[in-house]
């Protein structure tokens, strides 16, 4: 199950472009808190604390206890937003959560082994979905999904129905979707032309007709080495 990793925070009031300048320039990162009824809660975080704490995450969707002035506030991370050059974090999105509420996250989907289709008759391991949608209580979320795919084969697949879920978690998404499937070797084929396309063949000529039929060049002379008579 995931921990709930502790994270400070501090309320703030100034809002805008100006004031976001002014938290970044103190070293910290702009924060918004959502949840039920309650009034959206601006916050900020200390840059250097929230990066750790990501970097050391599975996923950016990390349950985190937020201590805000003295007191204490579960809150999952939902959204993270980066520079795309830099990378560097611009703001955060929390939703507040209560340990007796169900909540729905995306958990990371990490294979283990190496499928027997891909080692011994060169497959392809595919995933197509990196993460499953869970839903659950906070106690009982889970850091990742992990999936055991050293016996897949050529042609096999593991689907949603498949996945064992811890005790508590659940997914709405349809059984039959595939989660990772081993593909079959890509070949290359030459092309070949098609089928009723004629054949273009060039005609061999007998060197001694060509020879026969071709015209004296001006000027040139005959066997008996005399020039041929103009007309």
Request: aromatic share 2%; glycine share 8%.
């Amino acid at each position: 199950m995931a921990k709930q990793l502790k994270l400070s925070a501090q309320t703030r009031t100034g809002i805008g472009r100006s004031a976001v300048n002014k938290i970044k320039a103190q070293g910290l990162v702009p924060g918004v808190i959502y949840g039920g009824k309650d009034v959206p809660q601006p916050v900020s975080l200390n840059a250097r604390e929230i990066y750790n704490l990501l970097s050391h995450a599975t996923s950016e969707h990390v349950l985190v206890d937020l201590e805000i002035g003295g007191a204490n506030r579960l809150a999952l991370i939902q959204e993270v937003q980066h520079d795309p050059i830099k990378r560097t974090i611009l703001h955060v999105d929390f939703h507040a959560v209560k340990a007796d509420e169900i909540l729905h996250s995306k958990i990371p989907v990490e294979t283990i082994g190496e499928p027997s289709g891909v080692k011994n008759f060169g497959g392809i391991l595919e995933i197509a979905i990196h993460e499953l949608e869970i839903e659950c209580l906070p106690k009982d979320l889970p850091e990742r999904i992990s999936l055991d795919v050293s016996a897949l084969n050529v042609g096999e697949a593991i689907h949603v129905k498949d996945i064992k879920l811890p005790e508590g978690v659940s997914t709405r998404l349809d059984g039959e979707l595939s989660v990772v499937r081993v593909s079959a070797p890509k070949v290359e084929i030459e092309p070949v032309a098609a089928a009723g396309e004629p054949e273009v063949l060039k005609e061999k000529k007998d060197p001694a007709a060509a020879a026969a039929g071709a015209k004296p060049a001006a000027g040139a002379k005959d066997a008996k080495g005399a020039a041929p008579a103009k007309k």
